[in-house]
């Protein structure tokens, strides 16, 4: 089991789908930014178990270089997420999604 | 009082069933500890994963959030990528969750509505996913991936000397756009002295 690419990618799979489920279905922009982590780290845990069972010399190395690049663009996304979602807080006064539709009007 | 006894027998049931499926595959069906620990992780990982897109109070799925994290990295140690895990815990666990716990604490109104957490195209959205999940691993299992037989481990010295040698102008990228992102964050989350506090 430990040594199978498929329950690694497998279980990638489905982190990803618990992340999109919440991006679409919670109305608090702070839950939607959390289930996007997830779905990151669902690809993540993909790019990191291509690159360990791969049959090239280098290819796990490069796989965990890749992996800590997405770590910092994610942590890069989380900071301007989280302070637009803030500064909307400030204005609007809700954290609601489906209460932002000031250019639906 | 009844809900905290609740809570703890529920975590007591959680625990004892997942070190039953461990102890069952290592006892019985004579696996070793890697694929126990790897189906204890999993289990918490995507159980922990639900409870964060599915919990009321959002302080409650930060904290689910930062077990799905925990579980995550042990899985990463599983997979042989220690340097991984030690950095998933750092950069997610360390940072990123206390940064989303800290934004809960600004955004929350004590009048906001508690009790509608889902959008009405919840029960679409749930489908989707759960078709997501299914496409996907069936996907996985007709591929076949021509991939090693045995994981390899990654020693932190090799992943060093491929960073540090063949990456060293993403490595910078990634840390200018780091950068950059922090100062865009707090431009953007400062209060403006003439603006609505």
């Known amino acids: ?105 | 009082m009844m809900r905290t006894l609740i809570g703890i027998v529920l975590g007591l049931a959680i625990l004892g069933f997942v070190t039953g499926i461990a102890a069952i595959m290592l006892i019985f069906l004579h696996q070793d500890w890697a694929d126990a620990l790897l189906w204890v992780f999993g289990f918490v990982m995507i159980f922990a994963g639900l409870l964060v897109v599915t919990m009321r109070d959002i302080i409650r799925c930060g904290l689910a959030m930062i077990v799905c994290f925990g579980a995550l990295a042990g899985i990463y140690v599983i997979l042989g990528a220690p340097l991984i895990a030690a950095a998933q815990v750092i950069v997610y666990i360390g940072a990123i969750s206390v940064l989303i716990l800290f934004a809960i604490m600004l955004t929350q109104t004590k009048d906001a509505p508690s009790r509608l957490v889902f959008q009405s195209q919840a029960i679409p959205a749930a489908i989707a996913s759960v078709i997501i999940a299914v496409v996907v691993a069936l996907a996985i299992a007709a591929t076949d991936w021509h991939e090693a037989t045995e994981r390899v481990r990654v020693a932190t010295d090799a992943l060093s000397t491929v960073l540090f040698n063949q990456y060293v102008l993403p490595f910078e990228i990634v840390s200018v756009m780091l950068l950059a992102a922090v100062i865009g964050g707090v431009f953007l989350a400062k209060r403006e002295p003439g603006g609505p506090s």
């Open chain 1, 1 to 105: 089991m430990s040594n199978s690419l498929d329950a690694y990618l497998i279980l990638a799979g489905i982190l990803f789908a618990i992340g999109s489920f919440g991006f679409l279905a919670r109305r608090n922009a702070i839950s939607m930014l959390m289930s996007i982590e997830l779905m990151l780290n669902g690809v993540n845990l993909s790019i990191v178990a291509f690159g360990q069972f791969g049959t090239a010399a280098t290819t796990a190395a490069q796989g965990n270089v890749m992996a800590l690049m997405v770590m910092a663009v994610a942590a890069a996304e989380a900071t301007v997420g989280l302070a637009i979602v803030i500064a909307i807080y400030r204005n609007r006064k809700t954290p609601l999604v489906d209460e932002y539709d000031a250019m639906r009007q």
